[in-house]
DNA sequence: CCCGTTTTGGCACGTTGCTGCCAACGCGGC
DNA sequence: GCCGCGTTGGCAGCAACGTGCCAAAACGGG
């Protein structure tokens, strides 16, 4: 099966249908998800096929994904070179700068997620080099953990202040710090959590079953 | 064994050790609570003790208990008066209106919740009287289910946009909605949460498997 | 002790969120 | 049409949050 140049699909059943053998013959992938479950459904199951060891597959995630236990041992087992980032990057498969395919917004409602494949050589160019640049500002998964586990040994206290609902500073004062010094803990939490407001803070660090 | 007029008790266990016999025979029980975990241990099992059906029973608890499908359900089986507030309330049990048992502060470390026994009737008096006030001001539980079906109805929405971390004007846009209207759907749902600032919402949005 | 590095916290300023007030609008009932 | 009632949304003012900047303090060698 051929595909134009600039496909939509809707779902990620036909996604995978009508790209499943394009993952089979890869031997350069390149992902960028928010989490686990994203391309879960596309993904290949580890490579099980006989001699194709020179595959070379490249995964940039979100700091979420260490914060779940489950899916941080998960990310352990994957056969792929992977990094994290910070940045708010669109969900993206690349297949040997060959095809790419772009996960559309998830967000509004409950139809099917579209997801755009492209495989017109110029724009797969372009998005390459955007992902390149991506892979190369995000840091590697041993480095971000290092930082990681040292925030989750300080962090609990902050959770507790931020989800007791009180101000900074009365979180600050009981502390005994600063708080432009709170604030700061606030916004490397948030970082860390991936989160760009309080609401989706609390959210995620609930999820991450942190509180 | 008896009580002096004011005594601190350390943990559920010496709680639920020292007060057990009170409960037993009450007939007037008023508690306020955050959640139904909150007296759990302490609260005497639906009472299968023969004749004594003249036993009354008042429960007030934060919005909270509601979101969880499983313990709004849980609610419904506890054979007691029950009122919704809004307000922030101390966890406070009175018995017959002659013993006060207040919930210390759960907040700080992992060391065992203290609870403060009170039976000088001047003191129980008051807090009685203050318990009297709060179970005024909050709504029938029906009732407060009632706005809030609907509510549940159309949160939703707002719960994506608020988890998705962009800001209310850009969220008020995708409603089509004015950034004063989206800002009071945010209020309302916040204090049907119970929540005072938006990590909290957050949190216990996640909690409640809203999102 | 001195110096480089890191952490702290005050300050200022911009942004975002919260809310009372009120006029404008929409919608039934009469 | 007119009235009453609830909803909307602009505005204003304030509270809370986010962050760059920088001097002061704290640490850690050498």
């Known amino acids: 099966m051929t595909l134009s140049d600039v496909t939509v699909v809707r779902g990620d059943e036909e996604l995978f249908a009508r790209t499943a053998h394009l993952f089979e013959s890869a031997t350069d992938i390149a992902c960028a998800a928010d989490n686990l479950h994203t391309w879960a459904?596309?993904?290949?199951?580890?490579?099980?096929?006989?001699?194709?060891?020179?595959?070379?597959v490249r995964k940039i995630y979100r700091p979420g994904v260490l914060l779940n236990r489950t899916?941080?041992?998960?990310?352990?087992?994957?056969?792929?070179?992977?990094?994290?980032?910070?940045q708010e990057i669109n969900e993206t498969i690349l297949l040997d700068r060959r095809v790419a395919i772009l996960a559309g917004d998830p967000g509004t409602g409950t139809a099917a997620r579209t997801y755009?494949?492209?495989s017109k050589p110029e724009l797969v160019q372009g998005i390459c080099s955007l992902f390149?640049?991506?892979?190369r500002s995000a840091t590697d998964l041993a480095g971000f953990d290092?930082?990681?586990?040292?925030?989750?040994?300080?962090a609990p206290q902050i959770l507790d202040l931020l989800s007791s609902g009180c101000t900074d500073e009365a979180a600050a004062r009981t502390l005994g710090v600063g708080l432009r010094t709170y604030r700061r803990r606030v916004a490397e939490l948030m970082s860390a959590l991936g989160a760009s407001s309080r609401f989706q803070a609390g959210a995620r660090a609930r999820e991450a079953g942190l509180l």
């Not at 459904?41 to 070379?56: F, I, N």
């Open 41 to 56: 459904v596309s993904r290949p199951a580890p490579p099980p096929t006989g001699p194709v060891t020179d595959k070379r």
């Open 71 to 86: 899916s941080a041992l998960e990310l352990r087992t994957i056969r792929a070179e992977i990094r994290i980032t910070t």
């Open 116 to 118: 755009t494949v492209v």
């Open 132 to 135: 390149e640049a991506a892979w």
């Open 146 to 154: 290092a930082r990681f586990a040292e925030l989750r040994l300080q």
